[in-house]
């Protein structure tokens, strides 16, 4: 298995990732072009503005990536790329550029499911066996699921509204982070998270704990972030803060969200366990959780969940923070995973059945 290389392109939201992993599983070269910055600048994700980005760096990542795993496409078994979920004019344009070599050097294709792809890129560096449960936690998706198999997901429970990501994101805009210098470059949730380090009394917010009377495993987020826009809005007035300036308790809100939100994330994943041993979904001899997506990088939120699975006897395994947010290498791992099963390997002749929606 070692002539086997696997092209992985992923372009769902707004990263270009890009990389080869060989027969072994073993990461050849990536490579990523994140839009972030771009996008900070104008308060959100612009899905035009994206898909120009993503067509602008498509080819030269995809060569760089090439170039430095000494490979041509040649020498490649398969692509695989992301055809689902995420914004629709960002995924057409890893999933046009997947063709296009696919056809120039009759290459099959391996669609991948961007939220497989987080949970399975757990195994490239740990020997987790099926079935496993995972939540996938980031700024578009908020899931719990029991992975029976390379492409077998159960769908546990869901966001009935917001992800965690964005909630961050869209508090971190509102209450102007990015004009302390050292947040100016980081992403909402890893500003949230160190903001929230240096709180010194984070008690003084009450905030709820969403659906904690439901016994099911969803998630809702919206009531917090209106909770968290009141009390921002509240001490604005109170202090008349103006334009750039920064509510002097910053630092206690953002760890009075930060724990509201890893209380209903731990409470929904202790639910999820207890579902699964109420339908036996996991053995009793080999619990394992995986945590992954961008926010699973939260190493608060990481901690907390750490602390339940020592109570409920559950291994907890968390890819390295690189691969947990969005990243061409867990789209290569769940094509090689699918390549050695045979799963879904599209010729060129059958192109046609994969079109973004
Ligand atoms: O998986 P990802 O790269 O893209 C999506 O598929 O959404 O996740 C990005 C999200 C962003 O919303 C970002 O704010 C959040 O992950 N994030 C964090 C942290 N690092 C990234 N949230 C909380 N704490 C962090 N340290
Ligand atoms: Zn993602």
């Known amino acids: 298995s070692s002539n086997i290389n696997i092209l992985g392109i992923e372009t769902s939201c707004d990263d270009t990732g890009c990389a080869i992993i060989n027969g072994n599983g073993k990461v050849l070269s990536e490579a990523i072009h994140s839009q972030h910055l771009m996008h900070l600048r104008y308060g959100g994700i612009i899905p035009d503005i994206a898909q120009d980005l993503h067509r602008q760096y498509m080819e030269p990542t995809v060569s760089k990536t090439l170039q430095d795993a000494k490979l041509t496409m040649e020498e490649i078994s398969a692509i695989a790329v ?112 160190e903001a929230a380090a240096k709180a010194t009394n984070p008690n003084m917010f009450k905030l709820p704990l969403p659906l904690a009377e439901y016994k099911d495993c969803n998630f809702s987020l919206n009531g917090l972030k209106t909770s968290v826009m009141y009390h921002l809005h509240r001490k604005e007035v109170e202090h008349k803060v103006v334009a750039h300036e920064l509510i002097p308790e910053v630092n206690d809100l953002c760890a009075a969200m930060l724990m509201a939100t890893t209380r209903h994330l731990v409470h929904r994943t202790q639910r999820a366990m207890e579902f699964c041993q109420e339908n036996k979904l996991i053995s009793e001899k080999n619990k394992q959780l995986v945590v992954s997506g961008g926010v699973a990088c939260n190493n608060y939120i990481f901690s907390a969940l750490q602390l339940l699975c020592n109570e409920t006897n559950y291994q907890i395994y968390r890819p390295f923070p690189k691969l947990c947010t969005d990243n061409g290498v867990m789209i290569a791992w769940n094509g090689l995973e699918k390549w050695k099963k045979g799963l879904d390997i599209t010729p060129v002749t059958d192109f046609n059945t994969l079109d973004i929606e």
């Open 82 to 193: 992301t055809l689902k979920p995420g914004l629709p004019l960002s995924l057409a344009v890893g999933m046009k550029y997947a063709k296009h070599l696919g056809r120039r050097y009759d290459k099959p294709i391996i669609p991948i499911h961007h939220m497989q792809a987080h949970a399975l890129v757990a195994r490239m560096h740990h020997n987790i066996s099926f079935p496993f449960l995972v939540l996938l936690i980031s700024g578009g998706h908020c899931l719990l699921a029991v992975v029976q198999d390379v492409s077998h997901f159960q769908l546990l429970g869901e966001s009935m509204d917001c992800a965690p990501g964005e909630v961050f994101d869209k508090v971190a805009r509102k209450m102007k982070l990015k004009n302390v210098p050292e947040y100016s470059k980081i992403c909402g949730g890893q500003a949230v998270e």
